[in-house]
Each structure stands twice: as structure tokens, then as C-alpha cells.
């Protein structure tokens, strides 16, 4: 069986949208595109430590599309190079209309049915999986309770308006922080894994 991992970069008020720079993402108005970028180190060490181990990548196709016009493309002298080495070497599953447009090396869609198929590559054989952007996936995946684990990268800023990780679908679940630290830019760097249902209780019971 293998583990699914959410990667993201959130705002404190859990804005996920355009992280990386303003031609990213600007629907809806979005003017803050980019908004990591003044808190970059090394891209906070690849993600919290999120592609240490083999991986394979499950994007949704605006994300598939932003990675394959820039990181097949790194020069080989490039600070992001290590990352890039990572992601092309990868397996790419990805949620598409158009599985013929794949051009990006060892790219793979997942079909008509995402989750049937999310859930068939969890059952199968090989490295974990991890998802990183692709917001509307992640909803998708959040809802059917496809997610072991998270890896939020929460930066020290206040957007106001954008899309959210987090919406009125996800499942109603329990995660466990097994780590956390802070980058050297104020990054709160965390690692939460699944951690059955929801348990709730009354402070009034407690003291009666």
C-alpha cells in the first residue's frame, strides 16, 4: 500500500493560490502572486523534507503544465537544479482532458475516473505518492479521505483573499503532528500524518 502526502505552501489565513510568481495563478483578482519568494530558503530544504525518499508526482494539469515549462528547462549551474533532477526522474500522474499533450518525460494520465484511479496506484506496488499544488485535485482527494499525510509549509503572511486548501468537502478526519520546525525566513515547517476519526468531548462534562 502506498501513503499519498499533500505538499503545500499556505498563508497563515490558508491562501494556497500563485505561490511561485504573478503569471502563476491571477484568477479571481489574485494580486499577490509570487508571495514566497521573499521567504525562499532553498525552497524551505525541498518542501520540509517532503522528496527525500523516492517519489512519484500526482498534479493536477495547471500544475503539470507550470513544472514541465520550467523544470525540464533548469540550467545544469542553477541553484533549484537538485530539485529539478528530482522531478523530471519522477513517474507523473496526471489529471487531464488531454492525455495526448503529455509531453513531459514519463508522464501518465489517470483516466476519466481520478479517484478510482488514485485509489488503484495507492493499492499498487512502488514509491509513495505526493501531490504538490493542484488545488482542485487536492479538494478531490480531501473528500474521499485519499490522504495519509500532510506537509504544510506555513508562511508568515496575511492574504485575505484566494484560494484555500481547505473547503466545505474535505472529510472530516484526525492528523497527528509528528514534526515541526521553523526555516531561518519564519516558515513553520510541519508534518502531520492520518490519524483515524475525529474525536470530540465538553469541557462542561470534564468538570462535573
Known sequence: MRKLTVAFMTSLDGVIQAPGGPEEDSS??????????????????????????PFELLLGRRTYDIFAAYWPHV?????????????????????????????????????????????????GDGPDLI?????????????TDLV??????????????????????????AFRLEGSKTSSTGVLVTRYVRDGEVRTGSFASAHD
Open 75 to 123: 540550467a545544469k549551474d542553477a541553484p533549484h537544479r537538485h530539485i529539478a533532477d528530482l522531478f523530471n526522474g519522477a513517474a507523473k500522474h496526471v489529471a487531464t482532458h488531454h492525455p495526448e499533450t503529455l509531453a513531459w518525460h514519463n508522464s501518465h494520465a489517470l483516466g476519466t475516473d481520478i479517484v478510482a484511479a488514485v485509489r488503484e496506484l495507492k493499492r
Open 131 to 143: 501531490t504538490q499544488g493542484s488545488s482542485e485535485l487536492v479538494h478531490q482527494l480531501l473528500a
Open 28 to 53: 479571481g483578482g489574485f494580486a499577490y502572486g509570487g508571495w514566497v519568494w521573499p521567504y525562499d530558503d532553498d525552497s524551505v530544504e525541498v518542501m520540509g523534507g517532503a522528496f527525500q525518499h
Open 148 to 173: 495519509d499525510e500532510l506537509r504544510l509549509l506555513v508562511y508568515p503572511v496575511l492574504l485575505g483573499r484566494g484560494k484555500r486548501l481547505f473547503d466545505d468537502d474535505t472529510q472530516a478526519s
